[in-house]
């Protein structure tokens, strides 16, 4: 992703090379993926033949393949633009703001203002079902003038999008021709500020709580041997949690790391195990993971996940570019070729 290696330089004048994304769910920070697309579809070497995506992952996901199916890269990266750009348009008088403090400090956190105070006390009393049905998610708009869902259906990119069924606690993956707004809604709807979004009279939770993505249907479904990860819920913290607020922070990192974490363990439980020559488990085997994140998130309060003030999402945006042009700096020429990031290490701690 810069003027590298002449083993890149090769490659880049070759056959296309196919390649999957994982897109993880995590409010606005979802801009940082944002940031990372912008720069994988500058790579024309490399063709992205399928997406798992859950909550903001499912909406750069299916905007991405909305983009490819009506124009190609340049129109994918035009709309991932105008989304997050019409997303905070449509906060911009949002009562979750930044306080007097924050906003002098540089912090983009809300932990000090009054409404995400009053939200975050209501959401431990009160069901979104007491509100008597609040306004519509303004994001179902967005996504209904942004995506041609009937020429989504036909486009080349797989899409793979996962929501949590209410009743059985089960994730479903939904597939390309069978995602609208609802759909994309569902896979990112929080019960403790949205009432549950029914499809075909089943109701449906962020698909966080089953995957974070889905890992799976990228290896049963798609041609390509190369996943990139793009990875925004921090896995390790160095400090423990004391504050209530803290507490409730890490507890939910955890769970939306959770799934994903366990599908990774079993990938590699798998590849150590099963015979070889068993066709699943070549498909595990053939599978080169690799991951793109930053240290930022990690830095990043849990409270900044509703800040979509255009300033903080353009600095996810430039953040995530970053860190797709630090990966490619110190791997792309491995992507093809061997793994990055090496999964077998999730196995000591089992």
Not at 77 to 83: D, V
Not at 245 to 256: G, P, Q
């Amino acid at each position: 992703m810069t003027d590298v290696s002449p083993e890149l330089a090769k490659r880049r004048d070759g056959p296309p090379l196919l390649i999957d994304l994982a897109l993880q769910g995590g409010g606005a920070h979802g801009a940082f993926t944002w940031g990372v697309l912008d720069r994988l579809l500058e790579e024309e070497w490399m063709t992205i033949e399928g997406i798992s995506g859950t909550s903001a992952g499912a909406m750069n996901a299916a905007i991405l393949a909305a983009g490819m199916a009506s124009g190609g890269r340049q129109t994918a990266r035009e709309m991932l633009h105008a989304f997050w750009r019409k997303t905070s348009d449509a906060a911009r008088f949002s009562p979750f703001r930044r306080g007097p403090w924050e906003m002098l400090t540089g912090s983009w956190s809300l932990d000090n203002s009054p409404a995400f105070v009053a939200m975050d006390l209501m959401a431990r009393l009160v069901s979104p079902y007491d509100m008597g049905g609040m306004a519509g998610n303004p994001l179902h708009g967005i996504l209904e003038d942004l995506i041609d869902f009937p020429a989504l259906a036909e486009g080349p990119v797989k899409l793979f999008i996962t929501a949590t069924n209410v009743h059985t606690g089960h994730g479903r993956v939904f597939r390309k021709h069978e995602i609208t707004a609802d759909v994309l809604l569902a896979s990112a709807c929080l019960p403790s500020l949205f009432q549950a979004v029914e499809i075909d009279g089943v109701p449906y939770w962020d698909g966080g709580y089953a995957g974070n993505p889905m890992m799976t249907p990228l290896v049963q479904e798609c041609d390509s041997n190369d996943t990139f990860l793009v990875q925004i819920n921090p896995v390790l913290r160095a400090e423990t949690p004391r504050s209530a607020r803290d507490i409730a922070s890490r507890l939910n990192e955890i769970s939306f790391n959770g799934q994903l974490l366990k599908e990774l363990q079993m990938m590699a439980l798998l590849r150590q195990v099963i015979d070889p020559g068993n066709g699943t488990a070549r498909l595990w085997r053939e599978m080169r993971l690799h991951r793109i994140t930053s240290d930022l998130m990690v830095d990043l309060g849990h409270s900044s996940k509703l800040n979509a003030e255009w300033p903080f999402l353009e600095m996810l945006f430039e953040e995530g570019r970053r860190a797709a042009i630090d990966f490619g700096r110190a791997h792309l020429p491995d992507v093809g070729v061997r793994e990055t990031f090496d999964i077998n290490t999730l196995l000591e701690e089992i």
